[in-house]
Nanobody, 123 residues
Framework: QVQLVESGGGLVQAGGSLTLTCVAS????????MGWFRQAPGKERVFVAAMTWSGGAVDYVDSVQGRFTISGNAVKKTVFLQMNDLKVEDTAVYFC????????????????WGQGTQVVVYS
């Protein structure tokens, strides 16, 4: 059974930085990618970033391109999201996904998620 545990969220002033961490366990042998999604209050969960363990693909939503960096450790099954130059509109609960390229097309209830980690950016 896949388990995803996110951490690293917090309260930060606009322009600041945070690094989120996701530790995965129980991943199936065919797991090839990990990613991050976010859900702002009253909005749907949306794709933020994803990467393949091989390093062959890294993708970002346009709004975070150049500010966020996804990385991971395939041996430790850990994925990170370095977030720089944070903006108020980045405020959301951030979730880790072990199937980001399919989960991006939803519905969310079909996929495994952790409890999420809250990021609040204030001006």
């Amino acid at each position: 059974q896949v388990q995803l545990v996110e951490s690293g969220g917090g309260l930060v002033q606009a322009g600041g930085s945070l690094t989120l961490t996701c530790v995965a366990s129980g991943l199936p042998s065919n797991n090839y990618a990990m990613g991050w999604f976010r859900q702002a209050p009253g909005k749907e969960r949306v794709f933020v970033a994803a990467m393949t363990w091989s390093g062959g693909a890294v993708d970002y939503v346009d709004s975070v391109q150049g500010r966020f960096t996804i990385s991971g450790n395939a041996v430790k099954k850990t994925v990170f999201l370095q977030m720089n130059d944070l903006k108020v509109e980045d405020t959301a609960v951030y979730f880790c996904s072990d199937n980001p390229y399919y989960a991006a097309y939803g519905p969310p209830e079909k996929y495994t998620w952790g409890q999420g980690t809250q990021v609040v950016v204030y001006s």
